[in-house]
């Protein structure tokens, strides 16, 4: 159950994350020049992003999974 927020979080996050860098990396085709370079420069940095945040997930779930399953021994 402590797993479902994380991941439900970080697939919709993804999701609108990812479509924003798709735009940005092939869906701007009319722009050209130094625009465009700079247009692809902020894509990458948002994927990332994206890539952080999938790292961030599953360090998280193996720390969800090596919990104590009684927190309330240490009180």
Request: proline share 1%; no cysteine.
């Amino acid at each position: 159950m402590k797993k479902i927020a994380p991941i439900l979080i970080t697939l919709i996050t993804v999701t609108y994350m990812g479509g924003y860098a798709y735009l940005l990396l092939f869906g701007l085709k009319e722009v050209t020049g130094v625009v465009r370079l700079f247009i692809s420069i902020i894509g990458l940095l948002v994927l990332g992003v994206l890539m952080a945040m999938v790292y961030t997930l599953i360090i998280r779930l193996k720390e969800i999974d090596k919990e104590d399953h009684d927190d309330l021994s240490k009180y």
